[in-house]
């Protein structure tokens, strides 16, 4: 079982921007793809990137696609978040997960078998 725990989550402002970072156990080498989702409450989680790692070739969703960047620590066990011109829909807790295999596209969470704890993004007017 892999181990995930994600970080940098707060308040912003809209138009602003935020870092969040996804740390996996040092021991985790058989994953293969790890993904960002997002959830609001009474909402279904949505998948907003993904990535496979070492490979390093990503993939977004519409509605972040050319705001958001997800990449990998140069030797090192995190992948990033880069959220940029933050707008109030992207209010969320938000989620990194962890899969064996690796993803040619947005998956969803049922095809993740590690998660983090969530951090949550609150953007205000």
């Known amino acids: 079982q892999v181990r995930l725990l994600e970080s940098g989550g707060g308040s912003v402002q809209a138009g602003g921007s935020l870092r969040l970072s996804c740390v996996r156990s040092?021991?985790?080498?058989?994953?293969?793809?790890l993904g960002w989702f997002r959830q609001v409450p009474g909402k279904e989680r949505e998948g907003v990137a993904s990535i496979n790692i070492g490979v390093r070739d990503t993939y977004y969703s519409e509605s972040v696609k050319g705001r958001f960047t997800i990449s990998q620590a140069n030797g090192k066990n995190t992948v990033y978040l880069d959220m940029n011109s933050l707008k109030l829909e992207d209010t969320a807790m938000y989620y990194c997960a962890a899969r064996r295999g690796f993803c040619g596209m947005l998956y969803p969470d049922s095809y993740y078998t590690s998660w983090g704890q969530g951090t949550q993004v609150t953007v205000s007017s």
């Open positions: 040092a021991l985790a080498r058989s994953i293969d793809c």
